[in-house]
């Protein structure tokens, strides 16, 4: 790669404003270059922070970018966990937070047109408040944006029944290499005219083109949403439930667990919040699993009653609150999982694998295994109905040696996935965290596509380098 131009700042102030434009080793760059990552001490180093307002000022900054063999990272809200948004090569790191006009809302045609700086819940509260729903979930929908949830193709709770994030993109707006603006689908129902390159650039992590407004489909809001929580006295008996409910063919909006590990750390304060859970439940189970019917109230009560049915007789005990703040409760307390995890230990280090749903009771076991062999307490929990785990590890951040046999821990999780027939990454994606893992569960062949694809896009390598690598 060329030596860097000098004055870079000056020539991005020309093209954006000045006011757009950050030096790179500034006090208020400083929160751009890392992103959820930081606890694992990854940090980045750029040359300017640009904060473009218009789709077109993200093509003018990619194409001097390109011009000029300048790195571009694009940013999103920095809550991703594989180190996707973290600039490594300096270069300049395009954040598209001032890309945040109105969601444009068709109610009739249960769509909607955003920018991709909206941050997701506020495109969720939006759709809502038209009687509609926009189903992906991720965890820091509060502060992820939707062009950050479509580069990693973002899950959720709500994808076993809904699907992840690109199930409910129908277009996009993307700046591409060397410097364009080109749609690919829009606001359609069907599109299969061409190649399907809406689909390569939803969860390519930046690498492939940036994406800065999105088509999305919407659905009637669901009138009821109720959940029926069991818990058991091994995962081997929870998993056993989970497998019934899916032979049985009941759909419920989710299918949540947690293990042994994650639960004796989180139980005191769901205890606190469900005043009908009863206490014996607290010393008495190891697994836990949380299935939740949606639909109209007719259909959700019945769908609650089957679950119900599936989920007691194993049971050491069940909860199914009805009342709309006891459901609220009990959502609040499973975002909360993870920092009560992180608590006993004062840090953790975590990764999203995925098994087959039938294979979840000996990933939950192998990774508990996994902690043992290095001298680390370990549990999970996720979303049981994608075989999709939170592998985690906890630890004391002050103790190096403890996070290097983390480390080493959590590259042995990419291995078993594989092993159990799964995948190294279920939702964060790959990012420089994962690099290289997916030669793990792909063949020589697929490999080489993978390489050639972004080749494609991205001729000179300048796209988010050093991420999403294959090998």
Not at 234 to 262: K, M, N, R, Y
Not at 268 to 276: D, E, H, P, S, T
């Amino acid at each position: 790669m060329s030596p860097r131009p000098a004055g870079i700042e000056q020539d991005l102030a020309k093209l954006i404003g000045a006011e757009a434009i950050l030096s790179g080793d500034s006090a208020q760059a400083r929160p751009y270059l890392s992103d959820a990552t930081e606890s694992r001490a990854i940090h980045g180093r750029a040359d300017a922070v640009a904060t473009p307002a218009t789709a077109s000022e993200v093509a003018t900054l990619l194409a001097w970018c390109y011009a000029h063999d300048v790195p571009l990272v694009a940013r999103g809200g920095g809550t991703g966990y594989a180190g996707g948004a973290v600039p490594t090569d300096g270069g300049v790191v395009l954040s598209l937070e001032r890309l945040t006009a109105p969601v444009a809302l068709e109610p009739e045609q249960w769509r909607a047109r955003c920018l991709a700086g909206v941050r997701t819940g506020d495109l969720r509260r939006r759709a809502r408040e038209s009687g509609l729903f926009y189903p992906p979930d991720p965890g820091s929908a509060e502060s992820s944006t939707v062009g950050g949830n479509i580069a990693t193709n973002a899950g959720g709770p709500h994808s076993f029944k809904y699907g992840v994030t690109g199930a409910w993109v129908t277009g996009l707006q993307v700046a591409v290499a060397p410097g364009e603006l080109i749609q690919l689908g829009g606001p359609l129902r069907k599109d299969v005219a061409g190649y399907d390159l809406k689909s390569l650039i939803i969860g390519s992590e930046g690498t492939l083109g940036i994406v800065t407004e999105a088509w999305l489909r919407l659905i009637p809001a669901p009138e009821a949403a109720v959940p029926v929580v069991g818990f058991y006295g091994s995962a081997q008996d929870g998993c056993a439930v989970l497998d019934a409910i899916l032979a049985t063919g009941l759909q419920p909006a989710t299918l949540e667990f947690l293990d042994h590990g994650a639960l004796a750390a989180s139980i005191r304060a769901l205890v606190q919040v469900a005043q009908a859970l009863p206490l014996q439940a607290e010393d008495a189970t190891r697994f836990m699993l949380i299935a939740e019917a949606d639909g109209s109230a007719e259909e959700a009560t019945e769908l609650r009653r089957e679950l119900r049915a599936v989920m007691a007789p194993e049971a050491v005990t069940v909860y199914a609150p009805t009342a709309r703040r006891d459901v609220a409760d009990l959502w609040r307390w499973r975002d909360g999982v993870s920092l009560a995890v992180t608590a006993q230990r004062g840090g953790k280090l975590s990764e999203d694998i995925v098994v087959p749903v039938e294979r979840l009771a000996e990933a939950i076991a192998a990774i508990v295994e996994i902690g043992e062999h290095h001298h680390l307490p370990a549990c999970s929990w996720g979303h049981a109905g994608d075989g999709n785990l939170h592998a985690t590890f906890m630890v004391d951040r002050s103790d190096a040696e403890l996070l290097h046999r983390a480390e080493e821990a959590a590259g042995e999780l990419f291995s078993l996935a594989v092993r159990l027939g799964g995948s190294v990454s279920g939702e964060h994606g790959i990012g420089i965290v994962k690099r290289g893992a997916l030669a793990l569960q792909w063949a020589p062949a697929a490999l080489e596509l993978h390489d050639r694809v972004k080749q494609t896009f991205d001729p000179k390598g300048l796209l988010n380098p050093g991420k999403k690598l294959a090998r």
